[in-house]
């Protein structure tokens, strides 16, 4: 009996999904400019309150903090430089056109949370998966998982990827302190907690509508308890509240 075989088949799989890929990216593809979520952040969330953290990019400087701190608004208070969204080495290693809102959270307990939003721009490169950019940041990840946040007035609860890590305290070699890290991306009508999820919807936009979306990568971070998921109890409640205040609805996108 003549044996069947399906690598031919996996081999013409194959060089059609490297096809695509490569058309998604090489192919002049019309530019979104409007993307699937608000970028202004709440100023008050989950009994936390926020303010807008800025960055100075005079070397000699380096000042950051929040709008709060500062008398005049987008200036540093050390050197009088102008003021950035984003710190000096995201701005050198990230496309022109990539856009950041950043705010940090307080609460009565003094417990901090840090809410970041990357926006794509024409280039892919312009969000990179955290596994790329956390180690740059002094970040050592221990493990990862996905949680799920029940949402109001959302069919299904919101996939939420986390990355628990430890970060070096300076100057002392045996202690770190243990940070979370949970995001997840959101398009124009979709949202993933997986990298390769996006890809995949990025090139297919691409190739099959001709369009090429602004993508956003949200994260909610802060530090936890070493051995513990207890932060995850007061992480849920501020992506629950965070989603709405964020996401577009269907009206709102189709006006864009």
Request: glycine share 6%.
């Amino acid at each position: 009996m003549e044996k069947f075989s399906f690598r031919p088949y996996l081999i013409i799989i194959g060089l059609m999904i490297v096809t695509s890929f490569l058309l998604a990216f090489t192919v002049d593809v019309e530019l979104i400019d409007q993307p699937g979520v608000r970028t202004d952040l709440p100023r008050e969330i989950a009994g936390y309150t926020g303010s807008q953290r800025l960055f100075c990019h005079n070397k000699d400087c380096e000042w950051s903090g929040t709008m709060d701190q500062l008398d005049v608004p987008d200036i540093c208070p050390d050197c009088g430089e102008p003021l950035y969204a984003m710190s000096w080495p995201e701005k050198e290693q990230l496309p022109d056109d990539t856009e950041f809102v950043k705010y940090e959270y307080t609460n009565d307990t003094d417990r901090t949370v840090y809410v970041s939003i990357v926006l794509s721009g024409r280039e892919r490169s312009s969000i990179h998966r955290p596994q790329r950019c956390l180690p740059g940041q002094g970040h050592k990840a221990l493990e990862e998982h996905d949680i799920s946040v029940p949402v109001e007035d959302r069919r299904k609860p919101l996939n939420v990827r986390v990355i628990e890590s430890v970060v070096p305290v300076p100057g002392e070699t045996a202690a770190a302190t243990p940070h979370y890290y949970a995001y997840w991306f959101a398009g124009r009508g979709r949202e993933t907690a997986s990298h390769y999820a996006r890809m995949f919807w990025l090139a297919w936009d691409r190739v099959v509508h001709g369009v090429a979306h602004k993508w956003a990568y949200i994260s909610v971070a802060g530090v936890r308890e070493e051995d513990s998921r207890d932060y995850e109890e007061q992480l849920k409640p501020v992506i629950a509240e965070l989603y709405p205040a964020l996401t577009l609805t269907d009206k709102e996108l189709e006006r864009h």
